[in-house]
């Protein structure tokens, strides 16, 4: 999908359906704007349904307070007018109340968004506007004067939070990483102190460079590898929508059966990826015009050294994220499926899989299909793509599990004894 081409109204109606669709709004609540090339302002209207909108009902207010539509304007229109007046670097502005960002703002605090790395980079540096009644001039006043203090994420007293960006993909990725952030801050809490990067951990991911990789034309694509990049962007889309990863982190791959493997493409919306849009890397090169994870590197040596596994996903989801940014061990002994399919999950240190390739490839062993890289991620391979598909949930939904149970009683682990039954029962020695 390419989102700049889009008219104003469609992208306002797909951002808003993407919202309400993941819980993040209400049927009333919440608002988009987009400022076009025309200084016109597309917004959505006030009192209808943000789960069922379409793109009749938005509203374009011109430069001269003319407004064009069949619905009023939001409530809101004032402050995203006295936004983007103070900010003409601005182009889209969200503004919507999810459960985990209001949890904050109830508690006047932000998130932390110093636990993973990207944070920073997408959200920027995050501000709090004083409470004020909805709609207010106030209110406009009291968030205008926090973008204008150059700031593009807002956090709200006792309401929500608004994010600016060049255009309204971006504002949506700044809102989705902040919720995130809290999400995942929320449940680290449950398992102990949350562990912060410093500023020079942020700059080294910041900093990571591309791969550098000689480019190849691709002249016949074959069955196996059509039918790869469809199951890729199958499995891409289920795991977005279920949220186990953002908008554009996450990568998945699987190799094909000439050595060559398939790899989703870097800054690519995860939601909306396509076939074409996946890279195939062969001898060490890449498919020409396309850039592909920043991962790629990693996955060739784990390929290369690592011929029964076919399948190597990377991924941050918040539950085992939690377990990644605190000091909490993560033990696969919950029920016997996870253990099945877990094994000894093993933990590595932050930015391993950059400075040490090599030594992160050779963590996997058949005991050992999953990594923790802290703060960063989670690396999981398998023998083939649903396999290491299938490790990823049980991974995320065993974590929650574990999360869950903190407040329930004390977690009782299976024991070695029943551990050497599995092992025995399911060929696992």
Avoid at 15 to 23: A, D, H, K, P, V
Avoid at 131 to 139: E, R, T
Avoid at 162 to 177: N, P, Y
Avoid at 364 to 369: C, E, L, N, S, Y
């Amino acid at each position: 999908m390419n989102f700049e081409l889009m008219h104003p109204a469609d992208q306002l109606v797909t951002i808003m359906n993407r919202i309400y669709q993941y819980g993040m709004t209400t049927t009333s609540g919440g608002n988009l704007s987009i400022r076009d090339e025309n200084g016109d302002i597309w917004i959505t209207p006030s009192g209808i349904d943000k789960g069922n909108l379409s793109r009749a009902d938005i509203n374009c207010v011109k430069p001269d307070g003319t407004i064009l539509g069949p619905h009023k304007p939001s409530v809101e229109l004032p402050f995203h007018k006295r936004i983007y007046e103070l900010r003409p670097d601005l182009h889209g502005v969200l503004h919507a109340h999810p459960p985990t960002l209001v949890a904050f703002s109830l508690a006047r605090k932000i998130p932390n968004i110093h636990l993973i790395p990207n944070a920073t980079l997408v959200c920027g540096s995050v501000a709090m506007a004083k409470y004020d009644v909805p709609g207010s001039a106030q209110l406009g006043a009291n968030i205008a004067e926090k973008f204008a203090e150059g700031h593009n994420t807002v956090m709200m007293e006792n309401h929500g939070v608004v994010c600016g960006a060049s255009d309204l993909f971006h504002a949506f990725m700044a809102f989705e990483t902040l919720d995130f952030c809290g999400r995942l801050e929320i449940d680290a809490r449950k398992l102990g102190e949350p562990r912060s990067l410093s500023d020079s951990q942020i700059a080294l991911e910041s900093e990571k460079a591309h791969p550098s990789l000689d480019a190849f034309v691709a002249k016949i694509i074959s069955s196996e590898e059509k039918a790869g990049r469809r199951d890729l962007c199958t499995l891409v889309h289920r795991a977005y929508d279920q949220r186990l990863f953002n908008s554009t982190q996450g990568t998945f791959s699987m190799r094909l059966s000439d050595g060559s493997f398939l790899v989703t493409p870097y800054m690519k919306d995860r939601k909306y990826i396509e076939p074409e849009d996946i890279v195939r890397i062969k001898n060490g090169m890449c498919e020409a015009g396309k850039t592909p994870s920043r991962a790629a590197l990693l996955i060739k040596q784990i390929f290369d050294v690592h011929p029964e596994i076919n399948s190597v996903i990377i991924a941050h989801p918040p539950a085992i994220m939690a377990f990644a940014v605190t000091d909490a061990a993560f033990d696969s002994r919950t029920i016997p499926e996870s253990y099945i399919a877990l094994r000894n999950v093993k933990r590595v240190p932050y930015a391993s899989s950059t400075l040490d390739v090599p030594g992160t490839a050779a963590s996997f062993t058949p005991a050992t299909p999953v990594l923790i890289v802290d703060n960063k991620c989670v690396i999981v391979a398998g023998n083939t793509l649903l396999n290491a598909f299938d490790k990823l949930e049980v991974l995320e939904y065993s974590a929650k599990a574990v999360i869950a149970a903190k407040d329930i009683g004390e977690i009782v682990p299976i024991s070695p004894k029943e551990v050497d039954d599995i092992e025995v029962a399911f060929n696992l020695k």
